[in-house]
């Protein structure tokens, strides 16, 4: 399936195999309770498992942890036999492996780990600002596309369960880059957050 996405006045992006179709159904009339749904989702689940996908490139695999959200929201994001990136609000630094040429660290951060993709969802639930929505099928799934206002200079387009609110898919352009992260939410505790926060060369810290 292919998706053209206008990005409320970035480029236009287009690419094949993102798994998203506009379908071309009546707009939604709940869409703020999406949005808060969305949030809630966000909130509750630090681990995001995450293929990011670009035109013309390789899809490329990878995870990221959330130890904390707010203002000052951390997270790490690795990427399947490449790099780690230590994510902050607005900042993201390699700290292991060798950078891949052309990945968009910056923006993978913002749509693959949730500390990061809450902030404009949280925003506009909590200014009850308009959010555009469409009805659409991502990730092999029906859904509805949330097209938030400018946050920050992100322009993002999230897929939504449209009965859940789960967060499906993530869409943002910058620079005329443009970017797709199919989400998968997850929990995590336990001894499998101990070895995922090792293996993530973090220490131990409470999540907030």
Not at 161 to 168: E, K, T, V, Y
């Amino acid at each position: 399936m292919s998706v053209v996405v206008a990005l409320a006045g970035c480029a236009v992006v287009t690419a094949a195999g993102w798994g998203v179709e506009m379908v071309g159904l009546p707009q939604p009339t709940r869409a703020d309770r999406l949005v808060a749904s969305a949030e809630g989702w966000l909130r509750d689940y630090p681990l995001t498992r995450v293929t990011f996908r670009r035109a013309g490139a390789p899809a490329i695999d990878g995870i990221c942890l959330r130890t904390s959200v707010g203002s000052f929201a951390r997270s790490r994001l690795a990427v399947t036999d490449g790099p780690l990136f230590r994510v902050s609000t607005g900042h993201v630094r390699r700290v292991r492996g060798r950078a891949l040429p052309g990945f968009p660290a910056l923006l993978a951060s913002r749509i693959g780990c949730t500390a990061t993709l809450l902030q404009p969802v949280l925003a506009a639930a909590v200014a009850r600002v308009h959010v555009e929505a469409d009805q659409a099928v991502a990730a092999g799934e029906p859904a509805t596309a949330l097209h938030f206002p400018p946050y920050k200079g992100q322009r993002l387009v999230l897929y939504v369960s449209p009965q859940s609110g789960r967060p499906l898919l993530a869409v943002e352009s910058l620079k005329g880059v443009g970017l797709a992260a199919t989400l998968q939410l997850k929990q995590v505790g336990g001894a499998a957050l101990a070895r995922l926060r090792s293996e993530l060369g973090m220490r131990r810290e409470p999540q907030r």
